[in-house]
């Protein structure tokens, strides 16, 4: 049989290490690591799952978590003939990948580090997540297929064809999902009851079905039978169209009468136009004759006004025009060299402004020239008197001079320098007033130079309008006089002879008017003067179509009705299979889900099966009578008692020592059942298995129990940590590592 692989040692390296530990440790194949609280067992243990499972970012995830910064610490495992190390301060990309590769070749299903004190109070998804990796690992479910679970779910359902669409949204889920666990838990999340899932919609469509059947309750049908109606229409309609027949003659033998009637007043209200039209030319020729005489006065009356008016315009236009030619021009050209010298002068003052502003600026450049040749000749002067009055530059102690640099005459000439400086200093200052002074003056050239620009030119822009005013009233005054002169013309001196009013047009209207007449008095003469007979009274025949109508709109009101109502019942017989059919659905998937729960207890208890089995045998390797029940990552513990009598303790019910024996069993059957390359058992805080109340020497028979493991090659390894503040006694078997002092 081939030696099991074992891990040789471990070696934390890095500046920071693990917990500020750095260290190499070695192992056996049973070891017991023992030592006092904060010697370093346990960060020994944690080494190893930090190696093999990196470190984990967030307090609640199920790795190891050591705070929110990354240690800077590298770890190697050596098993002899391999080796693999990991850098903690790396979290994802190609190197990470790499060493996660080399561990699972290495390793194989990666072995979980048991906190005996502490194993309870892990989430149910971290102790989820250790089993499920070695159901895997030991092939412990390798017949539970997906095709076996949907056939189950589908047989534990009692589904037919019928059932086809709702178990075919389930199967779907498969072609995305190879393990039949996985595919279970899935298939549990599409169940429900969360939001979106296969319940919650299904029994939200049966409430909606059920509200929709409300909105349909079951009514009376109406009064009345619809064929009998449908038929009254029909022979309803047809007296309607024999009324609105004979309505329609009688109402055209009303209009022909009404048309003569309207005839007969026409043509006497045109023989009255006639005659009256013969009654006014007879008068306009009594009038013409009398008009001709008052119309010769008054011609020669409108002919002498009318000279007269034209004379006295052409005499006042005339008058115009020569005050106009009189008025003398405004003298633009004198105005346009006025405002040609002001611009002159406002060039030349802002000219000489520039030129006094670009004084100011070299007076303001050569001041801070003079400032600069002061302030450094002040700050050296500074620096000699610092010197001077300093005693050992003053004295020289080895040649006895007083003042061997000549330091006195230096800050005497420094001073001579800095009053130069001043002076010019000065000088600078009040040459930059001076040209200070000139440029406002100039300034104030420029502003008053362009105040008379611009009052020149607005002294040319008057005289400009004032001529063009000039011109337009001259040239006015020529068209009127023009005009006059013209009016006059067109009035003769002698008056026109008057046209008489008594012409042949109005002889020849006399004679129409009376051809006129004649015709319409025959046009009257010939309209009959008797009614035609009217077959019924119009008004008689409108009543009966009304009273028709009335019958008709009641038939109507009567198949309407019926027709609503069919309609209704259509609707309600779809909304009631509408509700059957939901809560079809609704049954098919409670049956579905119940089937998978189902379905996944079998499966839980085909899993957990052989680690009982395993948990079992281990525990009575140690003498201790109790049997392991696992009936989930919630639910496991012990059995205690034979029979009807047996009991079943919550893994939380347990004592302190009970929970650590059984947790070193479960740990060491997951070991057994992984079939990994590497499958050891490590265990910390071992002291917690403490005394068994079934074994009072639990200690000594686990330990003994590991050590047979191993060497039937059962198990790889074994590598325990136990706190004692003395050095323990170890089993045969079992390599002891003693940490005395603190790390």
């Given at each position: 049989m081939?030696?099991?692989?074992?891990l040789q040692?471990?070696?934390?390296?890095g500046r920071?290490?693990?917990?500020?530990?750095?260290?190499t440790?070695?192992?056996?194949?049973?070891?017991?690591?023992?030592?006092?609280?904060?010697?370093g067992?346990s960060?020994?243990l944690?080494a190893?799952?930090?190696?093999l499972?990196?470190?984990?970012?967030?307090?609640?995830?199920?790795g190891?978590y050591l705070g929110?910064?990354?240690?800077k610490?590298?770890i190697?495992?050596?098993?002899?003939?391999?080796r693999?190390?990991?850098?903690?301060?790396?979290?994802?990309g190609?190197?990470?990948?790499e060493t996660?590769?080399?561990i699972?070749?290495?390793?194989g299903t990666l072995?979980?580090?048991?906190?005996?004190?502490?194993?309870?109070?892990?989430?149910d998804?971290?102790?989820?997540q250790?089993l499920?990796?070695?159901?895997?690992?030991?092939?412990?479910?390798?017949?539970?297929?997906?095709d076996?679970?949907?056939?189950?779910?589908?047989?534990?359902?009692?589904?037919?064809l019928?059932?086809?669409?709702?178990?075919?949204?389930l199967?779907?889920?498969?072609f995305g999902?190879?393990?039949?666990d996985?595919?279970?838990?899935a298939?549990?999340?599409?169940?429900?009851?969360?939001?979106?899932?296969?319940y919650?919609?299904?029994?939200g469509?049966?409430?909606?079905?059920k509200?929709?059947?409300?909105?349909?309750?079951?009514?009376d049908?109406p009064?009345?039978r619809r064929?009998?109606?449908e038929?009254?229409?029909?022979?309803?309609?047809?007296?309607?169209d024999a009324?609105?027949?004979?309505?329609?003659?009688?109402?055209?033998?009303?209009?022909?009468?009404t048309?003569?009637?309207s005839?007969a007043?026409?043509?006497?209200?045109?023989?009255?136009?006639?005659?009256k039209e013969?009654?006014a030319?007879d008068?306009g020729?009594?009038v013409?004759k009398?008009?001709?005489?008052?119309?010769?006065?008054?011609r020669?009356?409108?002919?002498?006004?009318?000279?007269?008016g034209?004379?006295?315009a052409?005499?006042?236009?005339e008058?115009?025009l020569?005050?106009?030619q009189?008025?003398p021009?405004?003298?633009?050209a004198?105005?346009?060299?006025?405002?040609?010298?002001?611009?002159?002068?406002?060039?030349?003052?802002?000219?000489?402004?520039?030129?006094?502003?670009?004084v100011?600026?070299q007076h303001?450049?050569?001041?801070?020239?003079?400032r600069?040749?002061?302030?450094?000749?002040?700050?050296?002067?500074?620096t000699?008197?610092?010197?001077a009055e300093?005693?050992?530059v003053?004295?020289?102690?080895?040649?006895?001079?007083?003042?061997?640099?000549?330091?006195?005459g230096?800050?005497?000439a420094g001073?001579g320098v800095?009053?130069?400086?001043?002076?010019?200093?000065?000088?600078s200052r009040a040459a930059?007033?001076?040209a200070k002074r000139?440029?406002s003056?100039a300034?104030?050239?420029?502003?008053?130079?362009?105040?008379?620009e611009?009052?020149k030119?607005e002294?040319?822009?008057?005289a400009?309008?004032?001529?063009?005013?000039?011109?337009n009233?001259?040239g006015?005054?020529?068209?009127?006089?023009?005009?006059?002169r013209?009016d006059?013309?067109?009035i003769?001196?002698?008056?026109?002879?008057?046209?008489?009013?008594?012409t042949?047009a109005?002889?020849?209207?006399?004679?129409r008017?009376q051809?006129?007449?004649?015709?319409?008095?025959a046009?009257?003469?010939?309209i009959?003067?008797?009614?035609e007979?009217?077959p019924?009274d119009?008004?008689?025949?409108r009543?009966?179509?009304?009273?028709?109508d009335?019958?008709?709109a009641?038939?109507?009101?009567i198949?309407?009705?019926?027709?609503?109502?069919?309609?209704?019942?259509?609707d309600?017989q779809?909304?009631?299979?509408?509700?059957?059919l939901?809560?079809?659905?609704?049954a098919?998937?409670?049956?579905i889900g119940?089937a998978?729960?189902e379905?996944?207890?079998e499966?839980?208890?085909a899993?957990s099966?052989p680690?009982?089995?395993?948990?079992?045998a281990f525990l009575?390797?140690c003498g201790?009578?109790?049997?392991f029940y696992?009936?989930g990552?919630?639910d496991f513990g012990?059995?205690?008692?034979?029979?009807?009598?047996?009991?079943?303790?919550?893994y939380?019910?347990l004592s302190?020592?009970?929970?650590?024996v059984?947790g070193?069993?479960v740990?060491?059957?997951?070991?057994?059942l992984s079939?990994?390359?590497w499958?050891?058992?490590i265990?910390d805080n071992?002291?917690?298995?403490?005394?068994?109340?079934?074994?009072?020497?639990?200690r000594?028979t686990?330990?003994?129990a590991?050590?047979?493991?191993q060497?039937?090659?059962a198990?790889?390894?074994?590598?325990?940590?136990?706190a004692?503040n003395?050095?323990?006694?170890a089993?045969?078997?079992v390599?002891?590592?003693?940490?005395?002092?603190?790390?």
């Open positions: 081939t030696d099991p692989r074992t040692s471990l070696t934390v390296s920071e290490g693990l917990k500020a530990q750095r260290f440790e070695t192992f056996a194949a049973v070891t017991l690591i023992c030592g006092p609280n904060g010697s067992k960060t020994r944690q190893i799952t930090a190696a499972h990196g470190l984990d970012s967030r307090p609640t995830g199920v190891l929110p910064r990354r240690p610490a590298t190697l495992l050596d098993f002899g003939d391999c693999v190390e990991r850098d903690l301060t790396l979290v994802k190609k190197a990470v990948e996660n590769e080399q699972g070749v290495a390793v072995p979980t580090s048991w906190d005996l004190g502490d194993f309870a109070n892990g989430t998804k971290a102790r989820q250790v499920d990796s070695v159901v895997q690992a030991g092939g412990l479910l390798d017949g539970w297929t997906v076996r679970v949907v056939s189950d779910i589908v047989g534990h359902a009692g589904l037919t019928e059932d086809l669409p709702v178990v075919e949204d199967i779907g889920m498969a999902l190879a393990a039949a996985a595919w279970l838990s298939a549990l999340s599409w169940y429900g009851p969360g939001k979106g899932s296969a919650t919609t299904a029994n469509a049966f409430s909606a079905a509200a929709a059947a409300k909105l349909h309750d079951e009514q049908p009064a009345g064929s009998a109606a038929a009254q229409l029909v022979k309803l309609r047809g007296e309607r009324a609105l027949v004979a309505l329609e003659r009688a109402e055209a033998a009303v209009k022909r009468n048309d003569a009637q005839a007043g026409r043509a006497l209200a045109a023989v009255n136009r006639a005659q013969v009654d030319a008068e020729l009594r013409a009398l008009g001709d005489a008052n119309a010769l006065k008054e020669d009356a409108n002919h002498k006004h009318h000279r007269a034209a004379v006295a052409l005499d006042l236009a008058k115009a020569a005050a106009a009189a008025k021009e405004p003298d633009v004198g105005a346009e060299e006025q405002l040609r010298v002001a611009k002159e002068k406002a060039d030349k003052a802002r000219k000489d402004a520039a030129q006094a502003l670009r100011v600026e303001v450049q050569a001041g801070g020239d003079v600069s040749v002061h302030d450094k000749a002040a700050a050296e002067l500074e000699l008197r610092g010197l300093g005693a050992d003053a004295h020289c102690k080895e040649c006895g001079v007083a003042d061997p640099l000549d330091l006195a230096r800050v005497k001073e800095v009053a130069e400086a001043a002076q010019a200093l000065a000088k930059y007033a001076a000139e440029a003056f300034a104030a050239e420029v502003k008053l130079a362009e105040s008379r611009r009052a030119g002294a040319l822009r008057q400009r309008e004032q001529r063009t005013a000039l011109l009233t001259r006015h005054a020529r068209v009127a006089a023009q005009t006059a013209h006059l013309q067109a003769p001196e002698e008056p026109a002879a008057p046209t008489s009013t008594l042949p109005a002889k020849a209207r006399l004679t008017a051809e006129a007449l004649e015709q319409t008095t046009d009257m003469a010939a009959p003067s008797k009614d007979t009217v019924g119009p008004d008689k025949l009543q009966e179509v009304g009273q028709v009335a019958l008709i009641e038939q109507v009101a198949v309407d009705a019926h027709k609503a109502y069919a309609q209704r019942e259509a309600r779809t909304a009631i299979g509408q509700v059957a939901a809560q079809g659905r609704l098919t998937i409670k049956a119940k998978v729960a379905v996944r207890e499966m839980a208890r899993a099966g680690i009982c089995g395993a948990v079992d009575a390797a201790i009578t109790d049997r696992l009936d990552a919630s012990a059995i205690r008692g034979e029979g009807p009598s047996a009991i079943r303790i919550p939380w019910s302190a020592s009970e929970g650590a059984l070193a069993a740990s060491v059957a997951l070991a057994r079939k990994a390359s499958s050891p058992v265990l071992f002291e917690a298995v403490g005394q068994h109340a079934q074994q009072p020497r639990s000594e686990v330990l003994a590991l050590v047979e493991l060497a039937s090659g198990i790889s390894q074994a590598i325990v940590s136990e004692a003395e050095e323990p006694e089993p045969k078997g390599t002891k590592r003693w940490l005395g002092g603190g790390a």
